[in-house]
């Protein structure tokens, strides 16, 4: 065994390049430039090599005990004493015990290792904090789960669509779309498609998008020891939902809503593989597979029972239009002429309205899911109107023309506002009676 030698990489390295410089292949400047020292390094550890061989190379500390190092009868008292009084403390308490009790100061990491080598304490590996699944709600259409999957659904591009998924947290009934993105309209459309075949759901969990959750709403504001919710807060998302009688629910984080986000891994898997299938490669052919019967078969093979028969969805009533429900809501104020402003472009309030509008008036404008809009007084009474091409124009004041004799008069009643009638206004009378007195 004495006649092993450990060299580390830096010194076989250093070992080969000498060798060279030995034979005669590289001189020391070239040499002290691959190993980045200076000549003067390179020209001593020659002459060491030359002297020494390869021990000459080794770092003279090597296999020696460090300067600094516990004495090993410190060693042994403190293992000794870990095993009387501290088995079972972890490194850190067990260094702060030994010096507050035994008055022993070993640093908590020498102790660990210390420890570790005489195999009285294990590293425990830290685990990820342990979550419960929460269990189904009992009843279907009790609580909807919404969320965007965004991926490269089609074949042959890296382009990203968004599946919008919606799945029933009692049954894992799911309900989806594709668009270009998790937009408020995708939204829209999903949610509407769900309330048209089930009913109105009593509520609907999301993530912290402003898509679905303003970011003002997330700084509480409690009064009586309950929550405010201003109506500026709401989206257009959840100002739906609240119309509709839907409770939004916050996620603060994918684990908690995991139903949607374990459906978005199915949709990943078959989905995909059933549009290379169909070489479908567009958005519109997508949608189409999908309420064609994907989502039909998807739910026929992983939707669950309800714990309970009962149905949770409310029924839409004969005076509930989906169209005026599921739209962007916006103020206009009206102006003089009964003009309003939208979008960059003129509307013209009809006088045929049977609802009297009066200019400075707010109205509501909706514009739907088809693009078109609508206006709505404040009795929520639809008005009529039409577009104007452009900009209507200002009517000009004309302005009749003013006689000599009106021109005096104006004079002599503003004569006052004249800078000799503001700083002295009984000039004129002084100027006056001194022409009378001349006379």
């Known amino acids: 065994m004495g006649d092993r030698l450990i060299m580390s990489k ?35 550890s020659l002459k060491r090599y030359q002297k020494e061989g390869d021990q000459g190379l080794v770092h003279k500390s090597r296999g020696k005990p460090s300067g600094r190092a516990k004495s090993a009868d410190l060693k042994e008292k403190a293992i000794k004493l870990y095993q009387e009084h501290y088995d079972g403390f972890g490194p850190t308490l067990a260094s702060e015990k030994l010096g507050e009790e035994d008055g022993l100061i070993v640093h908590a990491e020498t102790l660990r290792l210390w420890l570790k080598a005489s195999g009285l304490w294990l590293p425990h590996r830290k685990r990820k904090l342990h979550r419960s699944r929460r269990a189904r709600k009992e009843r279907f259409g009790e609580m909807l789960q919404l969320d965007g999957s965004i991926h490269p659904w089609f074949e042959g591009t890296e382009e990203k669509q968004c599946l919008m998924n919606l799945v029933d947290d009692a049954t894992g009934k799911t309900l989806s779309l594709m668009d270009y993105g998790e937009t408020t309209r995708s939204a829209f459309a999903l949610l509407k498609w769900w309330v048209k075949e089930a009913g ?205 004799a009106e021109r005096s008069e104006n004079a002599r009643k503003n004569k006052h506002k004249t800078p000799w009638g503001a700083f002295n206004p009984k000039w004129l009378n002084l100027k006056q009676v001194s022409q009378n007195t001349n006379l």
């Not at 409770?247 to 986000?261: D, F, H, W």
């Not at 088809?370 to 008005?383: F, G």
Request: a positive charge.
């Open 200 to 404: 109105i759901p009593m509520s609907i969990y999301v993530d912290l998008k402003s898509l679905y959750v303003s970011p003002k709403s997330l700084k509480q504001k409690v009064k009586d020891g309950e929550e405010l919710i201003e109506p500026e807060w709401l989206t257009h998302f959840s100002s739906v939902c609240k119309k509709l009688g839907i409770e939004v629910i916050k996620a603060y984080s994918p684990q908690a809503k995991g139903r949607v986000e374990r459906s978005h891994a199915v949709y990943q898997d078959r989905f995909v593989k059933e549009l290379k299938l169909k070489k479908i490669t567009d958005i519109a052919n997508a949608n189409k597979l999908l309420s064609d019967g994907f989502v039909n078969k998807l739910n026929e093979k992983f939707a669950k029972p309800a714990k309970s028969d009962g149905d949770a969805h409310v029924p839409l009533t004969d005076d509930e239009d989906l169209d005026q429900i599921f739209c962007w809501e916006y103020e206009r104020q009206v102006s003089n002429d009964w003009v309003i402003r939208y979008e960059n472009k003129y509307y013209q309030i009809e006088k045929s309205n049977e609802v009297t509008v009066q200019p400075k008036q707010y109205i509501k404008v909706r514009r739907h899911l088809n693009e078109s809009i609508s206006l709505w007084s404040k009795n929520k009474e639809r008005l009529i109107f039409r577009e104007l091409e452009g900009k209507p124009e200002k009517q000009k004041e004309v302005k009749q023309p003013i006689t000599e």
């Open 10 to 44: 830096k010194e076989r390295l250093r070992k080969t390049i000498l060798d060279q410089i030995l034979i005669g292949h590289l001189n020391q400047s070239e040499g002290a430039k691959k190993l980045s020292v200076s000549r003067k390094t390179i020209s001593r």
